[in-house]
DNA sequence: AATGAATGAGCTTTCATTCAT
DNA sequence: AATGAATGAAAGCTCATTCAT
């Protein structure tokens, strides 16, 4: 019998390949330089490829940004599902896991408050941005499932934890490990009015 | 007699004033543009003025984009000053202002998070936003006076109200009403939890 | 059997002759402008490409002049070394060789006493001006091999060619034809002298 | 009995001072900077005017620059003169002074290889400039007095000293007192051709 | 006579995007 | 499917020169 897979989703599988080595390319040119400074050349040779041909993947350079973005928002909704469904403290696991993981991954970070600020996005992104950025929400908000108020709550800490992170991410005259350690403090503070 | 005001004096007046325009000027456009699509060239328009003209009262763009910034910051951290001095709630008074004050002034809102991130600033600009930061923060730490970690909580509460902007400016497929009620709420939600 | 030229072989001899197309290029529009006032539109325009796509070329304005003149330096070398190879009176030839040729290439003229004087030349560009300036001084040495200070009398000969050029150029009131039988003078005058 | 000078005579006086002042600020300046990007304002600055006011005494830029040539035209003619009337070996003080002069006045022979070459100059500047090249050239022409040729050497003589000047003037990895000792030996090389 | 504000043209360089091959 | 050459628009900035005061 012949495998369930058509010559279709061969095709469809083998695009998907490639723009995820793209995207992997441009994550990687991300994270060494500032973000409205990657090009399309940049991304390309990283990805080993011309840049003509990243056309072939992406409608225009938004939606290559986009869908990297998408792609590390997935991650995280997913290690907050994770951690949710089996902390012991969730909301504590929830505001370390997640200013751990903007830390880390400094592009995220960036990528997504340019998206929040700046961008000039078609419909069609602005939608798939909002639809990650519910699915982020809704994990916050089973934070507080019992509040009556639980969506607030987590808009509040969802925010806040991005603002943490935008106000403090440069924090001047700071090391990077102090920089953390300062956010670690703050998180904690979020944690304790939170858990109120 | 002489006059007080000496020849240095108004020449000197007339220079800022002629700064001031400029400023004007561009926050007017970046009210409309993405921040870092403003150009010279638009603002000059805008000013009514020839390009090359900025460059008699601004030595760049940057000292232009962080005149402009710092400017209203000076307007916000008096602000605060005189409702903190003042008010019979100023936590409460000071979450809204805030928000107020940034929700109606899109541009030093944008500008702010601009210079937090991806500004490539010289060492003396960048000196004159932190000097900002700082007296901004001095106020936000007044409000804590009496915690044991002031500080702390005034640096949580700052970046959480950043965070409620930059989270929600562009909220999806919300009015600029929903969108201040939404934040409105969230001003609120943070009020209840700063004031335990 | 393989061809002898690989495919890229091809490639760069196309991109070399695309090279050579834009210093020709560079070269006509340098015969008719001050040298310090050509812009690379003015080369584009001529070369019959965009502005933009001489950077594919070349690194920048000043790495595109520098090969300009090196082109022009090969060839009067190539020159030089013939006629002093095969010429029963080398010092007399050599002379009005190199006259005549600065005097028909007026641009390669004038790049050299721009390099000489006014660049401000990286210095990847520097060492490859003074290579050929050192491999033209060599074919001035020997002419002079049978003398204890040969360099010397090169250095001192190649200085009074390029002193006759730059100074008599324009020599006021005079046609094109004067101007050069003035030089023609002028290196009898020196070969006399040289010839001692 | 009243000075014989009149009103207009000491406006005129007036004038020329004026003139020496900007010229002498020009020369500083053309001390410190590359001939080509020194600027109306950095001449104005250093004379303690305004940009505008230099339009009053010149022109435009070029008769200035043009102006500052003469005059230093003017001094080495005058040394020239002084040297031949007096000088037990004029040929050899001429050259020696005259390297000593151009490499201590680097602005100076800059300048005049700048008017040799590249400028666009009007008319009226071409015919001051000639001049002063006549009058120099007829120095070098009374070393040669009782030569038949005395013209065609004078001139020889003079652009092999300016060729020796611009070639060797950037010498590559020379010191500067090494490039001025090169520049001597090459002196006395030309002193004992022409004195065959 | 002098100022200095303003102009406006112009320059190099970069880049997303297109398209013939 | 991929290349890479080419475009063309744009941007920041400089400067000689003008002119109202």
Redesign the pocket.
């Known amino acids: 019998m012949k495998n369930a897979k058509s010559f279709q989703d061969l095709?469809y599988t083998e695009?998907e390949n490639?723009k995820k080595i793209i995207i992997d390319a441009a994550e990687r040119i991300f994270a060494i330089k500032p973000f409205n400074?990657?090009?399309?050349?940049?991304?390309?040779k990283e990805a080993?490829?011309?840049?003509?041909?990243?056309?072939?993947?992406?409608?225009?350079?938004?939606?290559?940004f986009v869908e990297a973005f998408l792609l590390g928002a997935e991650e995280i909704i997913g290690m907050l599902e994770k951690i949710i469904a089996t902390s012991k403290n969730p909301l504590k696991d929830t505001i370390y896991t997640f200013l751990n993981y903007l830390n880390k991954h400094d592009p995220y970070f960036r990528m997504m408050t340019h998206f929040m600020l700046d961008a000039n996005l078609s419909p069609d992104l602005i939608d798939k941005l909002n639809e990650a950025e519910r699915r982020l929400l809704d994990q916050f908000t089973k934070l507080f499932a019992s509040h009556s108020n639980a969506r607030l709550l987590a808009h509040s800490l969802f925010a806040s934890l991005n603002g943490v992170m935008i106000t403090f991410h440069n924090y001047p005259g700071r090391s990077k490990k102090e920089v953390r350690y300062h956010m670690h403090r703050l998180g904690e503070t979020l944690y304790q009015l939170f858990s109120c």
Not at 37 to 44: E, F, H, L, N
């Open positions: 095709k695009k490639k400074q990657v090009t399309m050349r940049d991304i390309a080993g490829i011309s840049a003509g041909a990243i056309y072939r993947y992406f409608s225009d350079q938004q939606a290559l």
